[in-house]
């Protein structure tokens, strides 16, 4: 797979899977343009792999001016895109919650509208070969209580995944990954790593015997922008270790439901 000198976008790139998916590309002999709220992170990253590698722009990608502004700065600096990573989003809780509507909106600007907003305003400068990337989630399709503004957002950028995939068709392949757990433990801060610790549990709940990382996510990122994924367009790759597959009924392989907290 060879990613060499090609431009790339990253969403939320300063920390998680978003930096995970930054790093991963850079080491990969990538250019990246990243933009992410945490301005301390962003930088950091940039003295780590040089300005002319890695261009940080500190922003929010819910305000239009900011992704209009951001998208011109890419394309004067660079003339084209060759990936594009949408993965920042954020979660305002939900219903229990009372999320507001001023809350909930903000969400969904971060998680749908930046992506397609994004794609429409670098639609024209897409190199042939282009790849988008969607970062959706598992809870697209399950949820736990309160994650509204989050599900809500992850399963617009999953219909959108689709939808682009065909509007976009002989231009830019496009897909989504939903990761389920996923410990960013790791690629958060800008000191030294900590390994993240799970009790047995945590690890034999997934098939996979283990709690997922985000080198797990940015492998696939990589591959799906890759030519080796040529033929993959329009898709929505679950990497959840398996845990949405497996079956859980009340006294089955020791599980166990206590129903409480709900009135």
Partial sequence: MNHQNKISVVTGGANGIGRC?????????AVVACIDTDLAAGRWLEEQYGAERLFFYP???????????????????FGHVDYLINNACISKK?????????????????????PYYLTLRLKEYFAPGASIVNIS???????????????????????LTHGLSVSLAGKVRVNAIS??????????????AVDPVHSEPDRLQHPAG?????????????????????FITGE?????G??????IYHGDEGWTYEPGGRS
Avoid at 236 to 240: A, F
Avoid at 242 to 247: E, F
């Fill in 179 to 192: 990761p389920g757990w996923i410990d960013t433990t790791a690629y958060h801060g800008t000191g030294e």
């Fill in 59 to 77: 922003g929010d990608i819910a305000e239009r001016s900011v992704i209009e502004d951001f998208t011109a700065q890419v394309i004067s600096r």
């Fill in 94 to 114: 939900g219903l229990l919650s009372e999320c507001s509507y001023e809350d909930f909106e903000y969400v969904q600007r971060i998680g749908v509208t930046a």
């Fill in 242 to 247: 398996g845990m949405s597959k497996l079956m």
């Fill in 21 to 29: 998916i930054t790093e991963e590309l850079l080491e990969a002999g």
């Fill in 210 to 230: 283990r709690v997922g990382i985000p080198p797990d996510i940015a492998a696939v990122v990589l591959f799906l922008c890759s030519d080796a994924a040529g």
């Fill in 236 to 240: 929505n790759i679950n990497i959840d």
């Fill in 137 to 159: 989630s598992s809870r697209e399709r399950m949820s736990q209580p309160d994650t509204e503004s989050y599900t809500a957002a992850k399963g617009g950028i999953g219909a």
